[in-house]
């Protein structure tokens, strides 16, 4: 297996997995709205490249490693909370769940959805998780690893590039639904990012990394 980065080339002037920066620039040099990215092993590149940029856009593909001082500087994250997490396949077979924070038993589960993303699972994981503490009357925080779904939680508007179609005509109902929740409902909890880096795995992983 060859060494160094792989580039990944989802929109440019040639789509594809590439060996050095100056062969991925030269694609997506003059490019509007080029989506690329860099990874460490040419299998995880190749298996990018059958999803979409958006599943990536943000995160980090390398394992950072942290002195004691800069994970000290993070803290520590608050046990007494709810954690949630996405996950999507290369076919589109979308998923999410929530678990607690400190016992990681799972509070929901639901999927799988046809033609999803990654952020589009992470976003309806946290809005379930309102949801699911206000019912319950549970004033805890609740973490995310995705400052994507963190975003659009936020904004209570979604930008994604997936199109609705009769595959997933039901995903659409829920992405409709979450957000017409967050638009005429109050929430007192807190929406923390997960640092990954800092603390490891969110808790409600799926573990298929």
């Known amino acids: 297996m060859a060494k160094g980065k792989f580039y990944v080339v989802w929109k440019g002037h040639k789509t594809g997995v590439f060996r050095t920066w100056n062969e991925c620039k030269r694609h997506i040099d003059g490019f509007k709205g080029a989506e690329y990215k860099s990874f460490l ?13 958006e599943d990536y856009k943000g995160k980090n593909t390398k394992k950072p490693t942290l002195s004691t001082a800069e994970k000290k500087a993070f803290g520590k994250p608050v046990l007494n909370s709810i954690s949630v997490d996405g996950a999507c396949n290369n076919k589109g077979r979308a998923e999410y769940k929530g678990v607690y924070t400190d016992t990681r038993t799972e509070l929901f589960l639901e999927g799988p959805f046809k033609k999803g993303t990654n952020n589009i699972m992470e976003f309806l994981a946290l809005v379930h998780a309102l949801a699911f503490c206000k019912k319950h009357k549970l004033d805890l925080p609740i973490y995310s690893d ?12 979604i930008n994604t590039k997936v199109e609705k179609c009769k595959d997933n005509k039901k995903l ?24 990954t880096k800092a603390w490891g795995e969110i808790p409600a992983d799926f573990g298929r990394k």
């Open 41 to 53: 092993k040419e299998e995880e590149a190749i298996e990018a490249l059958k999803k979409s940029y």
């Open 146 to 157: 995705s400052k994507i779904a963190i975003n659009w939680v936020q904004k209570k508007y």
């Open 172 to 195: 659409f109902e829920l992405i409709e639904r979450a957000l017409k929740w967050l638009k005429s409902n109050d929430y007192n909890n807190k929406i923390l990012k997960w640092e």
